[in-house]
């Protein structure tokens, strides 16, 4: 089992800026990939950015140029640095690590963004 715990959500205005943590513990397989998802009221679940254990980062074309997704792997550690915020970014984050060579897949328990226009 893997645990994933988030941190960094809150309220901000528009144009503001916001860094979300999330910390894997247990049992973490080294091929992989950790990412950041959102879900907003009454939307799907969708991809905001990805970064995988060889750096290889993927992004949704609404946060291109605001968001940035790096990781630290002695800690375990994925962070999304979100920047020139919009309400649209307003929604549950969940945090992700998936098994590139296996089915394996954890999701943390989400963290709320806010951002008042």
């Known amino acids: 089992q893997v645990q994933l715990v988030e941190s960094g959500g809150g309220s901000v205005q528009a144009g503001g800026s916001l860094t979300l943590s999330c910390v894997a513990s247990?049992?973490?397989?080294?091929?992989?990939?950790m990412g950041w998802y959102r879900q907003a009221p009454g939307k799907e679940r969708e991809l905001v950015a990805s970064?995988?254990?060889?750096?290889?980062?993927t992004y949704a074309d609404s946060v291109k140029g605001r968001f940035t997704i790096s990781r630290e792997n002695a800690k375990n550690t994925v962070y999304l640095q979100m920047d020139s915020l919009k309400p649209e970014d307003t929604a549950v984050y969940y945090c992700n690590i998936r098994s590139l060579i296996s089915t394996r897949n954890y999701w943390g328990q989400g963290t709320q963004v806010i951002v008042s226009s």
């Open positions: 247990g049992s973490i397989f080294n091929v992989n990939a």
């Open positions: 970064v995988t254990s060889f750096t290889t980062t």
